[in-house]
């Protein structure tokens, strides 16, 4: 297992390569000059000023000398000061990226809290009302606008009904973090991003349910006496899960994007809402580093989920 | 044809229905289509709503008889109302009619959902298929290509592009386009993969087929069907990402109305006009919708193996 | 205006409004109406709730420019004087005495007794000097020209001295005495009040930057204390920032007004205006100040009392005579056609939602200055409009666009700030309305911050649809005069006129001082505004606070809502 995390450790080099480029080439595309930005509050710079400036911040080298240079920066972990709060982006994004993992990893555990058991529900009664409701429910989860589920939310469950509140992570005044009062925080902005995994998920499990519940093994534990639970479980989910980590992927892609949105919605200071807010204020630093780092994180809940893969299905781990 | 050999398999199915056993692919597909209400009932609702579109400027001026940009702000934050046509969604904070911004909107949204597709699915099918059939470096390009992409949080890489360019629909639509042909392009290279091994792949190649002849000719046109299915979803996906991104400004830019930058408006006056939400959220879920139904129903029908059923 | 540094402000929805710079200094006289309106007892304890769109970017007023940063440091850095709440009149605050000498050339201030900061440092003249210095040194303020008169500024700025000469703390810190190089009418508003902003502990900043020295090099711009406020002469303590969440102050037991009745003061930051006003709502806020779209919805909420009244402030479109890419802007006919070619009135009926009124001039109605008398009262006349456009030399093309002397059509951009739902709203209006006299108009909208950037004196931009939040003693030197349209000064429209230079100049400088003197001298210039509208006056906009009928002794009005907030109380 161990050779296994390494190698696809490895393989992820050249994706986050990708990424520093990606990012670096795009910034470097902006019309506007960066230390008119960087400078923005500032008022008794002189032409000279400037150019020193431009001088030692590297910006008349040659552009291939300045991305080596940025990503030198990164992996010592430094990108820069925030054009518009003026303090290391660094702090900023570690002081966000906590808030961002708690929806992410609740929603996760949520999806498939739910997801699976629909997914079986499904599958077993094939054909029933129950697998028509679940199928309608995948696609119409599917189709409805993410940020539209959650201005609804907010309106009618938060400010007309009162039945949750509108958004934050505590209630004024309370400072706690696994407690009921972030738990009824979470609920708003979990249940918004999980519908569109929880949408996924049956659709894939009933799938692949149906198809190992007719195979030769199954039989075979069944007629060893075994309860229809633990054949459930023991054989059948097994197999089944092994293409529902893999949708892992999809949703959690859905999960990291959504929050840009949701976090805004749901006023949580997440990474996402950092990222748009450095968005609107023109920080480049900022917004750079925002999308590398949730770039950085979206590739480790992969590998992530290729261990569990790898661990699912003993197989991989081969390849 | 050797793509009639393959298929005809496929056509072998339910013999207690009564039809001409010899039709193609594609007239088996249509029949089973016909067959089919939920898909035909989607389809219906898809191409009403493309007409439209279409007719947008039509109704405009002769039915609605406002523009979608022309503003009343006499007549702002009416409700809507069945006096007359252009009210009938009622009016927003400037008192232009929603209804009539709700048709240029379905255009909008319709054209970057149909067009980015479009290119997602010429963009797609090169790459994957290519890469597919070549392997060796340039596979790896393209799988890091993919991969690459596949890593950044979409919303994210739109945001910064976002940031740095100000795009009208058409050359976001082919932004979307190129940064949405990841699904296609894996699927066609796996399908290709699989593909060039069989006889006739291998047969064409000893005849001296060169590598573009065999693609196009042989490898394509039986993955078409399902590149088909899947653009028709990645039409409704980008018409959902489109909103997403145009409601937090960073998309289609007002007075140009999307879907999208229609609830923008709405959500901020939520509390005075409430109306404003709905018509838009509900129209990018019927149409998203509509085209899942029909993703669905065209996969169903050009390969029942596939049903899940 | 001097003595609140006008602060360019987009008149926007709650959060913005709620952090206005141009109040916020805290109390006045002790007997105010919270005894009247108390038959019941106060009780002490309780949470105090204030919503904002944004983090802090920093908490000391030398290098602030946004109104969240002077929501947060007004708590704890206090002025020597303020201003009335109500009629903006000069008062006392930490000074209880102030003077101008009969030359009008220096300036005395004494400051209460036994004045101590939270932490129990004596409050002295050597603070206030201190923080005048760290503006002179400092690269990142706004705050220069409040103090450009003063003997030996210069030379402080310039690093020639390591002291400005003109100001003497005499009387074991007591009084504080400002001599200046000529007489400046608005001094004691500008240099006891908000033009210098909130007042630092120099002891414990002296730690960090020292303001004994020629160095020019090293300023307070950068120094840890500028994000967690130390000690306090303000009714609060800071306590901790939580970024993107909230800024928690507690209560200063050693505030000279009296400590505070309530515990704790939180400034909680939201996504933008609407989630303010859903907080507000749902009672996580106490008091806010909406945009007029969201009245219906919370006039209804029970729970809320509603305070509407002037402001000191107004919305304009302001047209850069010196534009790159609209070289008619510099012609006034033109400038009139667009006065005439929007319909002001309808905005403040449809969009305002009658919660305010049209404005002709720069100073606001509800400044004592004001004085209408001869003001072209301009509204919507498509057709006067398209006539100046001709006069002064455009020719229709066939589109439907006028075409310039020089053969380019009219077109030209209009930029303004997101977040702001009036401003949005107006942007997106001038483009028809525009458009219906044949000028075209490209809209923009961009973040407040990038306009500011984009809107500094240059060449690149032609309108913009901005704010200005002005004090309650009107200086507007900085903003008409032909000497203000340096790289960051704030006449970014580039216009000079001798009238109004001399207008303002008899404004700031007398001789004659005088409530009428200047009343006349501001007319002067007004009048001139209105017919050369460098801007096109929009409106001035009505407060629309609401707060939590819970709250007692709140009592907010023009120029300052927290000035008695150690009096609020909650009842149960």
Same mark, same amino acid.
């Given at each position: 297992m161990g050779r296994f995390i390494l190698r696809r450790l490895v393989q992820a080099i050249p994706t986050l390569i990708g990424i520093l480029v990606l990012t670096f080439a795009l910034t470097r595309l902006s019309p506007s000059d960066p230390i008119q930005l960087m400078l923005g509050g500032q008022y008794d710079i002189t032409p000279e000023d400037r150019i020193a400036l431009r001088e030692s911040l590297g910006l008349n080298e040659p552009l291939p000398l300045q991305f080596i240079k940025w990503v030198w920066a990164i992996l010592h972990l430094d990108f820069g000061q925030s054009f518009y709060y003026h303090r290391p982006v660094m702090d900023l994004i570690l002081e966000r990226v906590p808030n961002s993992l708690q929806i992410s990893i609740a929603a996760l555990l949520v999806t498939v809290a739910i997801g699976i058991p629909l997914g079986v529900i499904a599958a077993l009664r094939r054909g029933h009302i129950e697998d028509h409701g679940i199928r309608i429910f995948s696609v119409a989860g599917h189709a409805i606008p993410q940020f539209w589920l959650g201005l609804m939310f907010v309106l009618t469950l938060s400010v007309q009904l009162r039945w949750f509140p509108i958004g934050s992570m505590n209630a004024v005044g309370v400072d706690c973090g696994l407690c009921w009062d972030r738990v009824w925080h979470l609920i708003g902005p979990v249940a918004v991003i999980s519908i569109a995994g929880i949408a996924n998920l049956p659709r894939i499990l009933r799938t692949e349910v149906l198809e190992v519940i007719s195979q030769d093994y199954v039989r075979t534990a069944r007629s060893k006496g075994l309860r229809e639970k633990a054949v459930i479980a023991g054989h059948v989910l097994r197999n089944a899960l092994i293409p529902v980590v893999t949708s892992f992927g999809t949703i959690l892609l859905v999960f990291f994007s959504g929050a840009l949105i949701i976090e805004r919605v749901f006023n949580w200071p997440g990474l996402g809402r950092l990222t748009f807010e450095a968005a609107v204020n023109k920080d480049y630093p900022l917004v750079q580093a925002g999308v590398v780092i949730s770039s950085v994180l979206l590739i480790f809940s992969y590998l992530l989920r290729d261990i569990a893969y790898a661990w699912v299905d003993p197989r991989i781990k081969a390849r | 044809m050797a793509t009639d050999a393959v298929t005809t398999t496929a056509a072998r199915v339910r013999p207690a229905e009564v039809r001409n056993?010899?039709?193609?692919?594609?007239?088996?597909?249509?029949?089973?289509?016909?067959?089919?209400?939920?898909?035909?009932?989607?389809?219906?609702?898809? %191409?009403?709503?493309?007409?439209?579109?279409?007719?947008?400027?039509?109704?405009?001026?002769?039915?609605?008889?406002?523009?979608?940009?022309?503003?009343?702000?006499?007549?702002?934050?009416?409700?809507?109302?069945?006096?007359?046509? +252009?009210?009938?969604?009622?009016?927003?904070?400037?008192?232009?009619?929603?209804?009539?911004?709700?048709?240029?909107?379905?255009?909008?949204?319709?054209?970057?959902?149909?067009?980015?597709?479009?290119?997602? #699915?010429?963009?797609?099918?090169?790459?994957?298929?290519?890469?597919?059939?070549?392997?060796? /470096?340039?596979?790896?390009?393209?799988? +890091?290509?993919?991969?690459?992409?596949?890593?950044?949080?979409?919303?994210?890489?739109?945001?910064?592009?976002?940031?740095?360019? /100000?795009?009208?629909?058409?050359?976001?639509? #082919?932004?979307?386009?190129?940064?949405? +042909? #990841?699904?296609?392009?894996?699927?066609?290279?796996?399908? &290709?993969?699989?593909?060039?091994?069989?006889?006739?792949?291998?047969?064409?190649? &000893?005849?001296?087929?060169?590598?573009?002849?065999?693609?196009?000719?042989?490898?394509?046109?039986?993955?078409?069907?399902?590149?088909?299915?899947?653009?028709?979803?990645?039409?409704?996906?980008?018409?959902?990402?489109?909103?997403?991104?145009?409601?937090? %400004?960073? %998309?289609?830019?007002?007075?140009?109305?999307? +879907?999208?930058?229609? #609830?923008?408006?709405?959500?901020?006056?939520?509390?005075?006009?409430?109306?404003?939400?709905?018509?838009?959220?509900?129209?990018?879920?019927? &149409?998203?919708?509509?085209?899942?139904?029909?993703?669905?129903?065209?996969?169903?029908?050009?390969?029942?193996?596939?049903?899940? /059923? | 205006m001097r003595q609140h540094r006008a602060v360019r402000l987009v008149i926007a929805g709650i959060a913005t409004i709620t952090l206005i710079a141009t109040a916020c200094t805290p109390t006045g006289q002790p007997s105010s109406t919270a005894t009247a309106a108390a038959s019941e007892q106060p009780v002490a304890g309780g949470r105090l709730v204030i919503g904002a769109t944004g983090d802090p970017k920093t908490m000391q007023p030398v290098i602030s420019g946004d109104t969240t940063s002077s929501l947060i440091w007004q708590q704890v850095y206090v002025t020597l004087t303020r201003p009335n709440y109500k009629t903006g009149q000069t008062e006392p605050n930490l000074a209880e005495k102030f003077e101008l000498s009969a030359d009008g050339l220096t300036l005395t201030f004494t400051l209460r007794d036994n004045l101590v900061w939270s932490n129990g440092?004596?409050?002295?003249?050597?603070?206030?000097?201190?923080?005048?210095e760290a503006v002179g040194r400092s690269k990142k303020t706004v705050r220069k020209s409040t103090y450009q008169d003063i003997v030996g500024w210069k030379d402080y700025v310039d690093g020639k001295t390591d002291s400005v000469a003109g100001i003497a703390v005499k009387d074991s810190g007591k009084v504080i005495e400002v001599k200046f190089t000529k007489i400046f009418c608005p001094a004691v508003a500008a240099l006891g009040g908000g033009g210098a902003g909130g007042i630092l502990p120099s002891k414990l900043f002296k730690a960090q930057w020292d303001n004994k020295t020629i160095d020019t090099s090293k300023n307070i711009d950068d120094v840890p204390y500028n994000m967690s406020p130390p000690a306090s002469m303000g009714p609060w303590v800071f306590k901790e920032f939580k970024p993107g969440v909230q800024v928690t102050f507690t209560k200063n037991e050693r505030y000279f007004r009296g400590a505070p009745l309530l515990d704790e003061f939180v400034v909680k930051v939201y996504a933008d205006a609407t989630a303010v006003k859903n907080a507000l709502m749902v009672g996580e806020v106490t008091q806010a100040n909406i945009q007029p779209s969201d009245n219906e919805e919370v006039s209804k909420n029970e729970a809320l009392k509603l305070f509407r009244y002037k402001q000191s402030s107004y919305d304009y479109i302001g047209w850069n005579l010196k534009a790159a890419k609209a070289p008619w802007l510099a012609n006034v006919q033109v400038r009139q056609a667009l006065a005439y070619g929007i319909d002001a009135p309808a905005i403040v009926n449809k969009v305002l939602l009658g919660f305010g009124s049209q404005i002709y001039a720069h100073t606001p109605p509800v400044s004592w200055a004001y004085d209408d008398t001869g003001f072209t009262k301009y509204t919507r006349d498509v057709n006067k409009a398209k006539q100046l456009l001709e006069q002064a030399g455009a020719k229709m093309g066939g589109d439907g666009v006028y075409r310039w002397t020089d053969g380019a059509p009219m077109k030209m951009r209009i930029e303004a700030a997101q977040g702001n739902n009036v401003s949005e709203t107006v942007l997106q209006f001038a483009q028809e309305q525009y458009k219906a006299i044949g000028i075209q108009i490209d809209p923009l909208l961009e973040s407040f911050n990038a306009l500011l950037d984009r809107t500094q004196p240059g060449p690149d931009y032609e309108g913009f649809i901005i704010g200005w939040s002005l004090g309650a003693d009107p200086d507007p030197y900085s903003i008409w005069h032909s000497s203000q349209s340096g790289k960051d000064q704030f006449n970014d429209v580039f216009y000079a006129n001798p009238t109004v230079d001399q207008a303002l100049v008899d404004n700031r400088n007398g001789p004659d001082c005088s409530q009428a003197a200047r009343k006349k001298a501001l007319h002067a210039m007004d009048l001139q505004l209105n017919q050369d509208v460098p801007y096109t006056f929009l409106f001035t906009r009505d407060a629309l606070r609401y707060a939590d009928k819970k709250l007692q002794g709140f009592d907010p009005n023009t120029y300052a809502y927290l000035w008695n907030v150690e009096k609020w109380w909650l009842k149960k």
């Open positions: - | 056993v010899s039709a193609g692919l594609w007239s088996d597909a249509l029949w089973r289509l016909r067959h089919d209400p939920t898909t035909v009932a989607a389809l219906v609702v898809l %191409g009403t709503m493309v007409a439209l579109a279409l007719a947008a400027d039509l109704l405009a001026e002769n039915f609605f008889h406002r523009a979608f940009s022309e503003q009343d702000i006499l007549s702002n934050y009416s409700k809507p109302s069945g006096a007359e046509p +252009w009210l009938w969604l009622g009016t927003d904070e400037l008192g232009r009619s929603q209804a009539v911004r709700l048709l240029y909107g379905a255009r909008v949204s319709l054209f970057i959902g149909s067009l980015g597709a479009l290119t997602a #699915l010429v963009l797609g099918l090169g790459m994957g298929v290519t890469a597919g059939y070549f392997r060796g /470096r340039w596979d790896d390009v393209v799988v +890091w290509l993919v991969t690459t992409l596949n890593s950044i949080p979409l919303l994210f890489l739109l945001l910064i592009i976002g940031v740095l360019f /100000r795009l009208a629909p058409l050359p976001f639509a #082919l932004l979307l386009g190129g940064l949405g +042909w #990841l699904g296609i392009a894996n699927y066609a290279r796996g399908q &290709t993969i699989a593909l060039r091994e069989r006889e006739y792949v291998v047969a064409a190649r &000893t005849v001296g087929c060169t590598a573009v002849r065999l693609m196009v000719r042989h490898i394509v046109p039986n993955i078409i069907p399902l590149m088909i299915v899947l653009t028709m979803i990645e039409v409704g996906t980008l018409i959902l990402v489109e909103s997403a991104i145009s409601f937090i %400004g960073f %998309g289609i830019q007002p007075p140009t109305p999307s +879907w999208g930058n229609m #609830l923008t408006n709405a959500a901020q006056y939520l509390g005075k006009a409430p109306y404003l939400i709905y018509p838009p959220g509900i129209a990018v879920f019927v &149409t998203v919708l509509c085209l899942y139904l029909v993703g669905d129903g065209l996969r169903d029908a050009l390969d029942p193996r596939l049903k899940s /059923r | 440092d004596p409050f002295t003249g050597e603070d206030w000097k201190y923080t005048v």
